[in-house]
């Protein structure tokens, strides 16, 4: 395929076809935004940097052996979706489980996975009633507090894998608090957009010895 035939997103560079795939994944969410909360209605306005571009940037984390991407509260597909679009031509071959506990988002999310043709299944459960899913990535966006996302992962991750926690401007406070509870490595990593938050790239989920 020719440059002329390929696409930016995030920094990643993606064919014309999975750049469409975002695009009618966009449509899907504005529909179905009417009816059920995926989003907030100020930031449907601004859907592609508020939730694609912030979504998608995670893809460039995920190491190239992983075999098992979690997405927790995948609510609106974002980031759960969105990194499966991309996958299925960056990433080949990657499971990805989305994780959401209101029935109505999990029937939104398997149109969207049916519509696009997406390798994802959706688990319609509680998190905590879930048993552990053995990720090797999982993420999380808009969820929960670290202290409580750190809970979930030392759950479902598996021994190695890492966690891709997309945070705002107070992360550097969540993980002061975290660490009350936890011991963990942490590298926070950029945030395309938004130049206050970060990604918190997390790694070694312990209980801290009380």
Not at 65 to 76: E, I, M, Q, R, Y
Not at 94 to 120: N, Y
Request: charge should be positive; aromatic fraction near 4%.
């Amino acid at each position: 395929m020719t440059e002329l035939a390929r696409c930016q997103i995030a920094g990643l560079d993606v064919s014309r076809e999975t750049f469409a795939s975002l695009e009618r994944f966009e449509g899907l969410v504005r529909r179905w935004n009417s009816t059920i909360n995926l989003v907030s209605k100020a930031s449907i306005l601004e859907l592609r940097s508020r939730h694609v571009i912030d979504s998608a940037q995670l893809m460039s984390l995920c190491p190239e052996t992983a075999g098992h991407w979690v997405d927790l509260g995948s609510g609106g597909g974002f980031p759960g979706v969105v990194i499966a679009i991309l996958a299925k031509e960056r990433h080949p071959g990657l499971r990805i489980s989305l994780v959401e506990a209101d029935v109505r988002k999990a029937a939104f999310l398997r149109q969207a996975v049916k519509e696009l043709g997406l390798s994802a299944s959706v688990i319609s459960q509680r998190i905590e009633a879930v048993s552990g899913l053995d990720a090797d990535v999982l993420s999380a966006r808009a969820l929960a507090p670290l202290d409580q996302l750190l809970s979930y992962a030392d759950r479902h991750l598996r021994q190695g894998g890492i966690a891709l926690l997309p945070k705002g401007a107070q992360h550097q406070e969540e993980m002061a608090a975290a660490r009350k509870r936890w011991r963990f490595c942490c590298e926070p990593q950029p945030s395309l957009s938004d130049p206050k938050a970060a990604i918190l790239v997390i790694r070694n989920i312990h209980r801290a010895e009380q």
